[in-house]
């Protein structure tokens, strides 16, 4: 019968139309290898998919499972008296006074008394047992409640960073004592204070609070987090509005020329341009011309604001194209004039596709490093900015410069940050949702 | 002197009587190009006060085209350029000087699809108003709204929902609103683009009676495919083909005794 078919299709070529028995009987045989073609094409596409889920669900459970104890840290709970003679000798609670004060031996001494160390050797291993910060720690819980003074009361320490990673495992007890951090002597210490029950593992008060810390255990991401927050709303303020302003332009008022032909490849371009070299743009013109400081949010949130132009521009030049002809005809038969077409109808309806382009854009920001490091945001800042002029680092940076150090602990610390960071960028995406459709339910 | 002997010229071309003696829209010798592509070739005519005069031709024959010369809505086409003169009230509209705001405040137009915006009924036909200034407050406003609406045959089915959005309305409906949202400002003419062709025969008929009614107020230019449409609204008729105006007359005159055999072939039915 194919045969008797394909004489027939022969027969047929002279012709200019194949009969219609003959066209169903061609259509009929190829539909499966058509159907096929379907089936496989919906195969692959659902191949792909369960692809990118598993990446994403290992990608997830990795970085939480790793990220999640950087949120805890050990602690040590010691017996404190607290004696003012002693922690604020003139006793104003001046930081002047605290500072004088002898606070870091009454925290030792309670050491002590619980784990006896013998010997000036012991002695010096035992005072590294608790964090450096115990005298500041101090400090603050006197500034806060003066009443504290002549009680003895438990306070908890921050064990070093050594200290937790051995209580964690990562230090081993079968390693030989020469090729562990830790020797024989300070196990036992802390096998005494386990014994006493001192020791508990708890939500860490420093790793959302703090900033950048040579101390692992004392190190937080609050400064890298404020520092990114100041440097996006820079880019956002700067960006979204000169962003939307070249699209309209482009879109509403320029005149398709040449002139406007190339600005709009050029724009292309830029939105592939490497981010780092907008980095080395943002060195040569905002600090080396106009002699802005380094390390600033000001200058980190302009740089970014260049890089995430483009996007921005791109994305909303579609949703103005995409806003329909009739409702700019409607307004301009009714007499507006084009800013009032532009103000009341393009840019409303276009408002959500412009906001999407601008969030996509702020992301994109948001996980930048590379631009940053060559303005300097990369150094070492304790402070935590308050505005825009103060020097600060961003989560991003914070993170690349703690996976960069040596202490076990910062791996942890490095998870944790990257899991604010990635929290930060999933709130960012759900306003943008919320926003398009709070905007979008205007019928 | 000149404009008269192109007048003569372009009668040559058109069959009827291209003037009417109380006009409000004159256009003379109008020419459209869209880049190289010629749209409209010489055409003249005059557009009576309180007339309603309906274009007719067959698909592509440009009559849109003109009719988006009058209140310059060509201008936003870029390639498109108009040669001519088109007058209301003896004030040349392509003038330098004429600002085309408020031009299109004194000549509405009703495009082929309804296109309300996307806000409520009552923002649809207050736009026109709140953009020109021409309410004092808004108690004068709302009696804007609701007398635009009452002339658009459209209050009583609208009246308790004016905060709803125009888009959930009718196709007809909807049609019935630009009308409004077109009278708001109180025009002098009003262009209407094919205002009935996405529309059912009900939604239709309302429309036609709507133009026969405020045709004793406004000048109307109704471009439509459906001869009879023509024959019910309009008491003058244009004939188009191919960018020029083959005839015009009395409406009545054009169905019954077309002059120009094109004009005949297509009534007929044996072109378009």
């Known amino acids: ?107 030792n001494e309670s050491l002590f008394f619980i784990i006896e160390p013998k010997g000036r050797k012991e002695k010096k291993l035992a005072k590294k047992i608790v964090s450096s910060g115990k005298d500041v720690r101090i400090a603050k819980m006197v500034k806060d409640d003066p009443g504290l003074f002549g009680t003895v009361t438990k306070v908890k320490f921050a064990l070093d960073d050594d200290i937790d990673s051995f209580l964690r495992g990562y230090i081993k007890r079968e390693t030989p004592e020469s090729e562990r951090r830790i020797s024989d002597k300070v196990i036992g210490f802390i096998d005494k204070l386990n014994e006493e029950g001192r020791i508990s593992y708890e939500f860490s008060d420093y790793i959302l609070s703090g900033s950048a810390s040579g101390n692992p255990e004392m190190a937080g991401i609050k400064g890298a987090f404020i520092g990114s927050i100041l440097t996006l709303s820079v880019c956002l303020l700067i960006a979204f509005p000169l962003g939307v302003a070249t699209a309209v332009y ?109 969030i996509i854009g702020m992301a994109q920001a948001l996980g930048e490093t590379a631009p940053l490091l060559m303005i300097g945001m990369v150094a070492f800042i304790v402070d935590i900015p308050n505005s825009v002029v103060d020097p600060g680092t961003v989560l991003p940076v914070q993170i690349f410069m703690w996976a960069d150090f040596a202490e076990r602990m910062f791996i942890q610390k490095t998870s944790a940050a990257i899991i604010v960071l990635l929290g930060f960028l999933i709130a960012m995406n759900a306003l943008a949702v919320y926003l398009r459709k709070k905007l979008e339910r205007r019928w | 002197m000149n404009s008269k002997k192109n007048d003569l010229k372009s009668l040559e ?103 309300p915006f996307p806000k409520s009924i009552y923002d649809n036909v207050a736009y026109g108003p709140r953009i020109h200034g021409l309410s004092e407050n808004k108690e004068h406003l709302d009696n804007i709204v609701e007398e635009s609406l009452k002339r658009a045959g459209l209050w009583q089915e609208v009246s308790d929902r004016l905060s709803s959005p125009g888009t959930g309305l009718s196709g007809g409906q909807q049609q019935r609103l630009c009308i409004a949202r077109a009278i708001a400002v109180s025009p002098e003419v009003i262009l209407m683009d094919e205002p009935c062709s996405a529309l059912d025969p009900i939604a239709t008929a309302k429309i036609e009676e709507l133009i026969h009614e405020l045709g004793n107020e406004y000048s109307i230019v109704i471009v439509t495919h459906s001869m009879q449409q023509a024959a019910r609204v309009s008491k003058r008729t244009a004939y188009f083909h191919l960018g020029k105006l083959i005839e015009v007359g009395k409406t009545k005159e054009i169905f019954t005794r077309p002059k120009h055999n094109q004009t005949e072939a297509y009534i007929s039915g044996k072109i378009g």
């Not at chain 1, 159907?35 to 369960?50: C, E, M, Q, T, Y």
């Not at chain 1, 390390?295 to 949130?301: A, H, K, R």
């Not at chain 1, 806003?323 to 959500?352: C, E, N, T, W």
């Open chain 1, 1 to 107: 019968m194919l045969c008797m078919l394909l004489k027939n299709t022969e027969n047929n070529m002279n012709k200019k139309i194949i009969n219609p028995e003959d066209a169903t009987n061609i259509v009929k045989n190829s539909i499966v290898k058509r159907r096929s073609k379907d089936s496989r094409l919906k195969l692959f596409g659902r191949v792909a998919i369960g692809l990118a889920v598993c990446f994403l669900l290992f990608l997830f459970y990795s970085i939480f499972t790793k990220g999640y104890p950087g949120f805890f840290q050990y602690y040590v709970t010691l017996d404190i008296n607290f004696d003012r003679e002693r922690i604020d000798p003139k006793g104003d609670l001046s930081d002047n006074s605290l500072f004088d004060g002898d606070a870091s031996a009454i925290v």
């Open chain 1, 250 to 358: 482009l879109e509403e008022i320029a005149k398709k020329n040449r002139i406007t032909e190339i600005i709009e490849v050029n724009i292309n371009n830029l939105a592939a341009v490497p981010s780092v070299v907008f980095g080395i743009m943002g060195l040569a013109i905002f600090i080396s011309i106009f002699g802005m400081p380094r390390s600033i949010p000001l200058v980190g949130g302009m740089v970014l604001a260049l890089m995430t132009l483009p996007t921005i521009i791109i994305s909303s030049r579609a949703a103005i194209r995409a806003v329909p002809p009739s409702v700019r005809d409607a307004a301009y038969g009714i007499g507006a004039s084009k800013l009032q077409v532009i103000f009341h109808h393009v840019i409303p309806l276009a408002m959500p596709g412009m906001l999407t382009g601008t």
């Open chain 2, 13 to 115: 071309l058109t069959v009827g009587d291209v003037f009417s003696k109380n006009a409000r829209l004159k256009a003379r010798n109008v020419n459209v190009f869209y880049g190289e592509n010629k749209a409209i070739d010489n055409v003249t005519i005059d557009i009576g006060s309180r007339e309603v005069i309906s274009f007719i031709g067959p698909s592509g024959c440009g009559k849109s085209t003109f009719l988006r010369c009058f209140n310059r809505m060509n201008d936003t086409i870029d390639s498109c350029v108009i040669q001519g003169e088109i007058t209301i009230d003896e004030e040349n509209i392509y003038d330098k000087k004429i600002d085309v705001v408020p031009l299109r405040a004194r000549i509405g137009m009703v495009f082929q699809k309804p296109n």
